[in-house]
């Protein structure tokens, strides 16, 4: 069956209806699940085996019959690996369709048939009795029901529930029980994706300071969880202001409460600084004595152990509602507010221990609307100093005392920058706090209703763009900014500038130290066949006729150059969208040893013939290849299906072939390699 669904396309900005198969939303969800990188974590694995083979034992030496319930079984894993372990009958609970789907076909190939029954509910649905889903209520309770942030998956008002009717008073749980830690830091680099910093402009007439408004200093921000790979934030970045210490833990085996609470502990600081940022991570213990322990712990922390890379459970990062001074030696005072699905933090001075924590204080609400325009790379970017100033030393080399500019980006501070720099009259932007309300006027209109009425029958001399467009997800989205431009043309002076003058589409081939992972077929896992699981991924990636490339911020996810950047398409911003494709066929040498796991591509604008902003690629720092990339930006990658290890070819240097298209009419990039 096919349905319709609209949807704005991002590219182009048109509204469009596309055919869609009715399956096309599941097999978006299979395709760019974390499964595949579940079912990678060595450690995890490891972890849970043991710890499950613990619990069966416990239970046995008691002389009981081991009944699990394992809810959230995705795969089946966790109740194959209870059944091998010796449990007498699983009960393996999983919500998504698609998912309990090939967790039966997988239990079934792997012989467990007789002992695992896989069933399609919400656990809160589960029945028990006699002719209910499970026959008695389980005496050992195995989830995996974690996100980063612990909770934000659910996992307290799911255990609440089990507990209250699914399983037996003083069951065995695996995990036994989770425990969070918190630890205060300094951060600049953190602490600018959530307020926005003064920007210094050297105007002619002296420096002008672009101040935020006031609601914005003390807003508190969004509460959603910001998760990092932490381990890619190098020491420098941060200063640490105290010890870890423990925020709160939950024991899985006895009743869990979900209802919002707090948890306060008290901190020595060993630093004085500027206590801004709350950094979090947890652990399971997977037995009651503790000796099978999972840990996200960063790489300060336990710097002799292996650390175990993984996606689908970071590290967590809290901004303070302000920044709070604090002394080396000073007690402070650190509450963390739960409700059932989020975390949220405030510091306390000492003397102020008297206002007791209270359970009641609500989770963070964006009150100054910056933080529901501005995600938090977006606000990093606007902090970036040195990309700003690449920004003022074009514009100064284009403004001129009589220009008229319009601005197309989605909350961008160019206009104001404009302003400073000398332009007469810009259009469209923001900012009441710079009492520029007269100077600069805001235009409520898309760019193809744009009338001569808007622009007081002036012809705009200078197009301004970063670009950067909220509704931009992959890269080359932002070439709305070209087709926005088109849609103003007859706005335009005949001599108009615009700025960025021209983009290119760049592209090199790497080799990921990890995030291959979560696009790799698994085979087998902790000796369990999981080849169906494979083939589902497989099968949604190859949904699309042409695959598509994901954005992933590549900061955070260390990968090696196997060949030099290439510039593989230009976007000619001073002429307007072309009727024709535009495409490109070539090849990239590989310079190095390793393995081709994707192509990866981003953006530069030039801003001007001599001043570029680059989105991706900013450094490959040594001989072995590592690279730096923007920290701010999402960049492309596009997954090969086979891999060359060219390790094990002897004919260096190997090459990969491409074809690139650029279709104006749908906005949409595709391409396609060979090895
Ligand atoms: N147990 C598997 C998969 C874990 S992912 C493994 O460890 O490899 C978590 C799974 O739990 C997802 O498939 C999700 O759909 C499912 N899930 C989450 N909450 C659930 C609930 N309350 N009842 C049933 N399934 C749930």
Redesign the pocket.
């Known amino acids: 069956m096919k349905t319709f669904c609209g949807r704005a396309n991002p590219t182009t900005g048109a509204m469009e209806w596309l055919e869609e198969d009715e399956n096309y939303d599941y097999h978006q969800e299979i395709a760019r699940s974390?499964?595949a990188d579940?079912?990678h974590d060595k450690d995890?694995?490891v972890k849970?085996y043991q710890g499950i083979r613990a619990a069966v034992s416990r239970v046995k030496e008691r002389g009981e019959k081991a009944i699990v319930l394992?809810?959230?079984?995705?795969?089946?894993?966790?109740s194959m690996m209870a059944a091998s372990a010796g449990a007498d009958f699983c009960y393996a609970?999983?919500?998504?369709k698609p998912?309990a789907n090939a967790a039966v076909k997988i239990v079934e190939k792997n012989g467990f048939s007789d002992k695992i029954k896989v069933i399609n509910?919400?656990?809160?649905e589960v029945t028990v009795g006699p002719d209910g889903d499970m026959q008695c209520r389980a005496n050992i309770l195995v989830?995996?029901?974690f996100d980063t942030e612990l909770i934000g998956?659910?996992a307290l008002p799911?255990y609440e529930h089990a507990h209250k009717h699914l399983v037996q008073e003083g069951c065995e749980a695996v995990p036994h029980r989770a425990t969070v830690y918190v630890q205060l830091v300094e951060s600049k680099r953190m602490w600018s994706w959530n307020k926005l910093f003064p920007v210094h402009v050297e105007a002619e007439d002296g420096e002008k300071i672009i101040v935020s408004p006031s609601e914005m200093e003390n807003c508190p921000g969004v509460p959603s969880v910001c998760d990092i790979q932490l381990n890619q934030m190098p020491s420098s970045d941060f200063t640490i202001l105290s010890d870890v210490v423990t925020m709160f833990s939950v024991d899985f085996s006895k009743p869990v409460r979900s209802a919002s609470t707090c948890y306060r502990v008290q901190l020595e600081t060993i630093k004085s600084g500027k206590a801004q940022i709350v950094l979090s991570w947890w652990d399971i213990d997977m037995d009651p004595s503790g000796k099978i322990n999972c840990t996200m712990a960063p790489y300060w922390v336990k710097p002799t152990s292996a650390l175990q890379w993984r996606d689908h459970w970071m590290q967590c990062v809290y901004f303070l509602p302000n920044e709070e001074p604090v002394f080396q030696g000073e007690n402070v005072y650190l509450t963390a507010y739960r409700d059932e699905y989020s975390v949220w933090y405030k510091l306390q001075r000492a003397r102020e221990e008297e206002n007791k924590a209270d359970v009641h204080v609500e989770s963070p609400v964006c009150r100054c609307q910056a933080h529901l325009l501005w995600n938090r790379p977006r606000f990093g970017e606007l902090n970036d100093q040195n990309r700003t100033c690449q920004y003022m030393k074009s514009l100064m080399k284009v403004l001129k005392t009589d220009s008229v500019c319009l601005c197309i980006s989605d909350g961008s501070l160019l206009p104001v920058l404009a302003h400073y720099l000398g332009a007469k009259q810009v259009l469209l932007a923001f900012l009441k706090a710079n009492n520029l309300e007269d100077k600069i006027k805001i235009l409520e209109a898309h760019p193809e209703s744009l009338t001569s009425s808007h622009l007081e029958d002036k012809k705009i001399s200078v197009l301004l763009g970063e670009p950067f467009f909220t509704t931009s997800l992959l890269p080359w989205h932002n070439l709305y900014f070209w087709y926005a431009r088109t849609a103003v043309t007859m706005h335009l002076a005949s001599d108009v500038t615009v700025l960025p003058q021209s983009a290119s589409l760049r592209m090199m081939i790497v080799e990921f130290q990890d995030l291959w992972r979560i696009r790799s077929p698994c085979g087998t896992c902790e000796g369990f066949d999981v080849r169906t699981m494979d083939d589902m991924i497989k099968n949604s990636l190859n949904f699309r006729e042409s695959k598509e490339a994901e954005p992933h911020p590549l900061w955070e996810y260390p990968c090696k150059s196997l060949s030099d950047p290439q510039e593989v398409l230009t976007f000619d911003f001073r002429r307007t969208v072309p009727q024709h494709d535009l495409s490109a066929e070539g090849s990239m040498n590989l310079l190095r040893k390793g393995k081709s796991h994707g192509a990866v591509l981003w953006m530069e604008y030039h801003l001007t013939a001599d001043i570029s902003v680059n989105t991706g690629l900013t450094q490959i720092s040594n001989d072995k290849g590592n690279c730096e990339w923007n920290p701010h930006c999402k960049q492309a990658v596009y997954f090969f299906s086979s891999v060359i290890d060219s390790e094990t070819q002897t004919d260096l240097p190997s090459a990969v072939t491409y074809a690139i298209n650029f279709n104006p009419k749908t906005g949409e990039i595709t391409m396609d390699f060979k090895l």
Do not use: P, Q
Request: charged content about 25%; overall charge negative; proline content about 0%.
């Open positions: 974390r499964y579940m079912l995890r694995n849970y394992d809810i959230g079984t995705g795969t089946g894993l966790l609970v999983e919500v998504f998912m509910k919400h656990s809160t989830t995996e029901l998956e659910g799911t």
